[in-house]
Every structure is written in C-alpha cells, then in structure tokens.
C-alpha cells in the first residue's frame, strides 16, 4: 500500500513530482509485448503505469494488442483452422493484409499465443514464444490492481472500430468503473492519436485523457489536421480543451538531422506546459536502431547503445513522464 499511497501522492502534486514511468506495453525490451508476464516485469521494475493497447474483438471485448492486425505479434498464422481468415483490409487509410482481432471471438484469440514482434531486435524476447496467452483488458487492470500501479490504456483505430459498430470508448470506461476509477485522482490516463474520441470522452469521463502525437501526419478521423500544426502554441491551447497532456512523437522535443544525430530542443515542453498540459513523450527503447547517432554504441542496430542518457536529457527538458520499452532504466535514471 505504500507505494499505491507515494504513486497518488506523485499524481497530485505536479509542481514537485518526479516524471512518471510508463512500462510501454510493459516492459516489451525484456518480454514479448502486451503479455501479462511484460506488465509484471514492467512493475517488477518500478514502472508507475503499464500501458495496454486496446482492440476489439468479434463479440466486442477489449483484448490488448498493438494492432488489430495480429499475424506479427501471435502464433495465427499457424493455426490452419484460421487460415481462410487472412484477408485485406484498409485500416486508417492504409493496406494492410493478415488477420485482424475483429474476425474473432475472444474464445479464439484465447487459443492464440504471443509472439515477439521484433525477433531480429530481440532475440532473447523470442525465447518465450508460445508461452503467454493474448490479455483482456479486464485481466490488465486485474493486475494492476492487485500491483498498485496504474494503467494508460490507449485506445487503437478508434473511428476505425467505430464503424464496425465495436466502438471501445463505452467498454472502456465501463471496465474502469468497475474497477473504481472515475476520478481525475485515480491512476489512469487514456490516450488516443485520435481527436473525436478523446472529446467524446471529455463529456463522459473525469479520467485524464491524452492526446497523442506522431512527428508526422495526422489523426485518422480529422484528415485536415495535422501533428505538427497541433504541437503550436495555438495548437495546444485547442488540445488543453478536451486533454489533460499530450504524448508527443520524441522527434517533436528533440529533432535528429539527416546523420541521426541530435538537434536542438524545440519549445514543445515550455509550450505545453503554457497550456496547462502534461507532456509524456514515446518512445525510450535502448537499442542502437531507435537512439540518437551520438548514444549508440557498436555497430550492431541490436546492441544496445546510452538510452539512459537520452532519458535523462528529456527529464531535464522538463516533461512529466516517458514511456519505455525499458522501464527499469528510465526508473533508475529518474532524478533523485
């Protein structure tokens, strides 16, 4: 119970709070992602919140995945009883050809086993393949609970969904309330890189809500905006409307040039803070690929290079939390 009391405590004294840590997909470096065994790493760590991605399935239950495309992170593709279900789909404007959670119950996911999304990246990760089953939502806040941590749930393909009449935003809260989370103090943010969701939400919830940011593009549902005119000053001021904080893309705080090395900082933390927004940028992951030019060490993309420098440099910007696919490292990089 200390800790739950210390993490509450974090949540509501923003002037003097450490950054909080997010376990992104749990601790996704270490464990296949969205697995109950990443979450329980992730917290084992010292993560404050666990985030899961949330999709629907068939019969309208939130199950955690990504993307609703699954061939990459389950075992689907070797199930033959599924195998006239690969079809293709346009998913946000975009082709994208495979099995999707929406073609089944949860029944049949549950038969599914996880797979690590990035083997080439991490190898040891597949080691565990075929061990973890595919987490409901209710089963994340099950442990989270029975943890005393929080959860970031974010809600995928939001119009998408919507228009195969499996919206998530009445589940979701629905699930959350059963949990006894409705208020703006309950360790909960939900976050969306969508807009119309996240207003709907404003008039239903007290929960906190996030909106988040891609370097590039825009959200699926408003094809007139975009992520960068949105990361202005006018911009945020719109957002602080309808969201709590924003979860910006880490190229919008510090660009990289062509040669992958840093850039200076933008005004992107000032900004939103100017707006009365939290800012929790994605995502910190250790490997070389993912780091700027001057952190990596080696020249294997795999190996892993100074994330923890990196980390810290965005806590002293001044943001209010990260996530990481490593969240022991951004815990033990935290300011005392």
């Known amino acids: 119970m200390l800790r739950w009391l210390l993490m509450t405590l974090t949540i509501a004294s923003a002037a003097t709070a ?29 993560a404050d919140f666990i985030e899961p991605d949330l999709v629907m399935t068939k019969d ?12 990459g992170t ?3 593709a070797s199930h033959p009883e599924f195998a006239s279900r690969r079809t293709t789909k346009t998913i946000d404007g975009q082709s994208v050809t495979g099995w999707f959670t929406e073609d089944f119950t949860l029944a049949e996911i549950k038969t599914l086993r996880a797979r690590e999304r990035l083997p080439q990246l991490r190898p040891e990760n597949a080691k565990f393949d075929g061990q973890f089953a595919i987490p409901t939502f209710d089963e994340v ?14 809600i995928k ?23 006894g989370w409705t208020k703006k103090s309950d360790p909960v943010f939900i976050q969306s890189f969508e807009v119309g969701n996240l207003m709907r939400l404003r008039t239903k919830t007290k929960l906190r809500l996030i909106q988040l940011m891609d370097a590039e593009g825009g959200p ?21 409307a309808y969201a709590d904080g924003i979860g910006p893309a880490k190229a919008l705080i510090v660009p990289r040039d062509g040669a992958g090395k840093s850039m200076a900082p933008t005004t992107l933390v000032a ?23 001057e952190l990596r060490m080696g020249d294997s993309p795999a190996a892993h290079g100074d994330v923890a420098a990196e980390i810290r440099q965005f806590y002293a910007l001044g943001v209010d939390g990260v996530f990481s696919d490593f969240p022991g490292i951004a815990v033990t990089s935290r300011p005392k």
């Open 141 to 154: 806040i099950t442990l989270a609970k029975a943890k005393h941590v929080g959860v970031y749930p974010e």
């Open 220 to 240: 699926a549902d408003k094809p007139d905006m975009r992520y960068r005119t949105m990361a202005t000053p006018e911009g945020l001021k719109g957002i602080a």
């Open 74 to 76: 389950t075992d689907v």
């Open 157 to 179: 393909h939001g119009h998408y969904f919507a228009g195969l009449n499996l919206c998530q935003e009445a589940p979701l809260l629905a699930a959350l309330t059963k949990a």
């Open 60 to 71: 309208g239950v939130l199950v955690v995945r990504h993307e609703n495309e699954i061939s």
């Open 271 to 293: 900004d939103a803070h100017a707006a009365g927004l939290k800012v929790h940028p994605w995502t910190f992951r250790a490997e070389n690929i993912f780091l700027p030019a």
């Open 18 to 46: 450490a950054p909080l840590v997010i376990g992104h997909r749990g601790a996704s470096g270490e464990r296949p992602e969205h697995t109950l065994a990443s979450y329980e790493r992730a917290i084992e760590e010292g």
